[in-house]
């Protein structure tokens, strides 16, 4: 296996009410980087830097990961992101290997990319994802 060169993009934050929570965010002056159109598929990314705070609404979230709440770490999911589709495939296969649970196989999301959920052993939530615009 090739050596996998990923780094570490988002932060997601599963929110209950995703509208409170963008104003929120909004008003401490983070910056915007990205806000859904959809109303049926709401997300707002902010430009941390070197990182894009994301807020996802819980359930959305869940749906996507395809992760049970059971045990799961439902504040948020953390996102690696891998230099090409084949390393989403490569990586998820190695987690599996050291003890992590695919909840969802790799995919193509509604925004573009491609990417794959896994927990860890403590059920913390974890996306691979590969996006043609790096």
């Known amino acids: 296996m090739n050596q996998i060169q990923f780094k570490l993009s988002y932060i997601t934050l599963a929110v209950t009410n995703f509208t409170d929570m963008f104003v929120f965010y909004k008003s401490l002056g983070f910056p915007i980087y990205k806000v859904g159109k959809d109303p049926k598929h709401s997300f707002a990314m902010f430009d941390m830097g070197n990182m894009i705070l994301a807020l996802y609404p819980k359930i959305l979230l869940e749906k996507q990961s395809g992760a049970t709440t059971k045990g799961m770490n439902q504040a948020m999911s953390l996102s690696l992101n891998v230099s090409n589709k084949k390393q989403v495939n490569d990586f998820l296969t ?15 999301p509604a925004w573009g990319g491609y990417c794959g959920y896994f927990q860890d052993p403590e059920y913390n939530l974890w996306e691979i994802v590969w996006h043609e615009n790096g």
């Open 94 to 108: 190695l987690a599996e290997t050291e003890g992590a649970q695919i909840t969802r196989q790799p995919f193509q």
